[in-house]
């Protein structure tokens, strides 16, 4: 990961500003869900993707009685039925 560069402030809020070239080279728009990751003494900002709430797995996500569960999982649990 290359530093951009750019140095912006935290306001009392505790919210800082993305510069619009960040925004439009990641294609961020406002509304746009972000994760906030932790790694070492590093603060992550990550485009949001849902992870199944079994595995964790990004793949094949749908939402169900608002939970995310991947297909794998779907399919797992529908041989369980016998």
């Given at each position: 990961?290359?530093?951009?560069?750019?140095v912006r402030?935290?306001?009392?809020?505790g919210r800082i500003v993305l510069p619009k070239s960040l925004r439009k080279r990641y294609q961020m728009n406002?509304?746009?869900?972000?994760?906030?990751?932790?790694q070492g003494d590093q603060i992550l900002l990550e485009?949001?993707?849902?992870?199944?709430?079994?595995?964790?797995?990004?793949?094949?996500?749908t939402e169900f009685k608002d939970k995310y569960v991947c297909g794998q999982c779907l399919r797992e649990m529908d041989q369980m039925k016998g």
């Open positions: 990961m290359k530093p951009a560069g750019v402030k935290v306001d009392q809020l406002e509304g746009d869900p972000i994760e906030i990751l932790v485009r949001y993707r849902p992870r199944c709430v079994f595995c964790t797995s990004m793949e094949e996500v």
